[in-house]
């Protein structure tokens, strides 16, 4: 749902497809049942394929980040507070 948000901020419908298969590792491929987003619209591909990229290539966050609606601490790579839900970063 991360990379939902973010293709969803980009303005890219996007959906996520088999959330709820990993009931069924041991019945199935366990590849499979690996959860996916699917982009709705071919035109957007190569974006949300740029933006899953720079994603990946994020250094990892460290320390914390405050929420600047409820003041709450969130670990750094959070993008929303854990509290209210309010974006933490811009």
Known sequence: YIVLNMLARAGIEARVLNEHASGGMGEIPFTHTYP????DEEVD???????LADYQQRPPATGSIRCQRC??????????????????RG
Do not use: H
Request: net charge negative; proline share 3%; aromatic share 10%.
């Open 45 to 51: 591909r190569q974006l949300a394929a740029r933006i």
């Open 36 to 39: 996916e987003v699917w982009v």
């Open 71 to 88: 003041n709450a601490d969130n670990p750094g790579d959070f993008e929303i507070c854990w509290q209210c839900g309010g974006a933490v």
